[in-house]
């Protein structure tokens, strides 16, 4: 299993090589990643390239067993560059240029900009194709970090156009996607088409869905531009990039497509408490962009974390629990970020392994007993997580969302982590997958918030259902097309049948209203944001609203639908209402339950092609806790030390 760290040797004079190599070897360390910010000093005049003090850092590492991930670094543009190129710089949406002095200015469309990128990129990977030290690549550096995707220069504004008409071919039909009509907004020329700079008032909801689809599209298809250099040079090296978790700026499945795997950065603690459940949730998104292959971890969070504010350190166990959570959820490297605190620029106070002084304390001792520890579960890589259940998620949903919200406390990721922090309450492993993949190995698939439905997903779910599935939909599901147009059927629309509903009215609450509704048992729970009065057709109701201007009618309803059931929530509910009805559903569907007991263990599985089971128990609490493992032939009561970590093989 690949063990790592993020390591920036160009911060630090040539003669602490040789001693960081050497401590990064007694802990355990096999792999780091260099010069993803480095492009000043590979290229440090154009066309003029200098990597021997890469080669040498390289080689050192090499000689303590440490093989190096290369990072391209076009996530810095030099000064130089933007001295002579300024026509690279992006655009707000006030029609501002920023410019250099943090990172990622530069527009992905930028025509020069691209063809500087195949220039270090191809120079990079001619240099080190035969470098047997040089295991992969990761590209770039979080793409879309700091919106810095969201560009509205003139090159984003004709390549936009360009993908306009690609996508709806002629102006009479872009017109009656997007609904132009209303305004006076009807195009009558290719070039009247805009993108969403300032305006007064708001622009079309349909435009700036696809503006958000089209900025997606252009950094994927910078990503791609450098991975088929790197494909064809260095053919036998993997590709990567880092994501960034639950970072809604790409779509990421799109953007996964052309990789070997995903790897990703972990902060749990980049300012305040870890959530587990979030950690838990986004090791998942990961998983599931990446089809549910094995990923990486790039940057794991080893020091207190931050730019001009900085959180807290890690407290004394949990660098080595998050690790295991990423294992436990699929990870088969972790790479920490950073090896030694920087001394200069804006991430001074993002500390890494060691601190500015360069002295191995006790985050170093913790790194080095999960370095040793490692060496002992190598059987574990390349065994895959095992789900019965799934949760829906979709970039193109949230975007149309975020764009609108219906209501101020409305909000699609929320509604995203609370229907899995309620599986993850109750020890129910998840996977995360787009609205069109295959449902039929769930026996519970969860799909929050269907804002946007197409024909072909509703025959998805329905085929699903159809076929014995249980599917859980919520509020707000069937409203608009996938051009964000509302749609003239009766609500939810598209999913009427499956569902056997219709919703007679919806109501968006001022904020300082909350309603309640009861569920199954004699508790009553609370409701936010939005509620609809669900009219039963063919479903029978669940529950009820016990007040508000809904008071007496369905909230919750039951369809059977071909050998499955379909539930409906038509309201913003709490966690409490999400849990008891996920744990009836749980039983109902007889999902495999493994472990009883304490809510703060936390439970997955992760088996290998020969049928071995590891059972992961993480404690993320500061207390002993204990949980009762069972399944066929085997029981047993643990009790876990405070941010203990147990695999149990079976
Ligand atoms: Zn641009």
Redesign the pocket.
Known sequence: MYYGVDYYPEHWPEERWEIDASLMESAGINVARLAEFAWVKLEPKEGQYDFSWLDKAIEILGRHNIKTVLGTPTASPPMWLVRKYPQIL??DRDGHVMGPGGRRHY????PEYRELTRKIVSAMAEHYKDNPNVIGWQIDNELGCHESNR???????I?FREWVKRKYGTLENLNRSWGTIFWSQTYTDWDEVIIPRRTVGAHNPSLLLDFLRFISD?TIEYQNLQVEILRKICPDKFITHNLMGLFGGLDYYKLAESLDFVSWDNYPRFRGNPDPARIALSHDVMRGVNRGRPFWVMEEQSGSAGWEIFGPHPLPGEIRLWSYQGIAHGADAIVYFRWRTCRYGTEQYWHGILDHDGVPRRRYEEVKRMGEELKGITELEGSVYKAETAIIYSYDIRWAIEIQPNNPAFDYMEQIQKYYTGLFNQHVPVDIVHPLSDLSKYKLVVAPSLYLMTPEIRENLENYVRNGGTLVVTLRSGVKDWNNVVTDKTLPGELSDLLGIEIEEYYSMPQEEKYHIKGIGPERFTCKAICEFVNPKSAEVIALYEDGPFAGKPAVTLNRFGSGEAIYVGADVDLGYVESLLFWLITRSKIEIIAMGSRDVEVTVRESNIGTKFIFLLNHSDRSETIKLSFPGYIEEITLEPKEVRIVKR
Do not use: E
């Open positions: 992006p655009r527009c992905y469309n930028s560009c509205y220069c003139d090159n984003c504004l390549k252009s």
